[in-house]
């Protein structure tokens, strides 16, 4: 019994001479188009502009630092020379949060959806990583008592959110122009 089945497992997954797909074919195709939720997608972008408004806001008044973050110290600020050079850094991190915005939507894009799914993700995996950095960074801050609590949990949500975002992107499936056209007519 069990022969027979994988004799007809066999036959639907071998290589049709034709030249038409065959199930292997449309196996392969079915996992590797799976796109992220646009939902998940939507809320991690949308998650990170508080950040770019408090990086403009602060490089535009040339001081250091982030809203909720921690307390920004006189040494701090020697540190950096000037507020040119801190509004210069600000830009810098705002130039940062608004390529993560851009990766997070990249998904969403019709040329990706072609794309094989870890190439589409992995920019996404990176910029979560970042992200999750920085929070373990600002928690070990939060820790030593410098302050930013606020900005701390902030960064461990938008990490997770991100998180969310690149499982979804290799778990969820995708549904094909197929599908879609037969639920039009």
């Known amino acids: 019994m069990l022969g027979d089945q994988t004799s007809s ?21 079915h996992i590797m188009t799976r796109m992220p939720h646009p939902v998940f997608t939507l809320v991690a972008a949308a998650w990170a502009l508080p950040y770019l408004a408090s990086k403009i806001e602060h490089a535009l008044h040339g001081r250091l630092g982030v809203h909720g973050g ?3 110290t006189a040494g701090d600020i020697d ?15 705002t130039a940062v949060g608004a390529a993560i915005v851009l990766i997070t939507l990249l998904p969403l894009l019709p040329i990706t959806r072609s794309w094989n799914r870890w190439v589409r993700t992995a920019p996404l995996v990176m910029a ?8 373990v960074l600002f928690l070990v801050r939060v820790l030593a008592g410098d302050g930013g609590t606020s900005f701390t949990v902030y ?12 499982r979804s992107g290799l778990t969820r499936q995708q549904p094909r122009a197929g599908a879609i056209a037969q639920l039009s007519d």
């Open 79 to 93: 540190h950096y020379g000037g507020p040119a050079q801190i509004a210069a850094a600000q830009w810098g991190n």
């Open 128 to 135: 979560g990583a970042m992200v999750l950095g920085m929070a």
């Open 9 to 29: 497992r066999l036959e639907v997954l071998s290589t049709d001479r034709s030249g038409r797909r065959t199930a292997a074919d449309e196996e392969r195709q």
């Open 155 to 166: 960064l461990f949500v938008w990490a997770g959110l991100l998180g969310l975002t690149i």
């Open 70 to 72: 921690p307390t920004v």
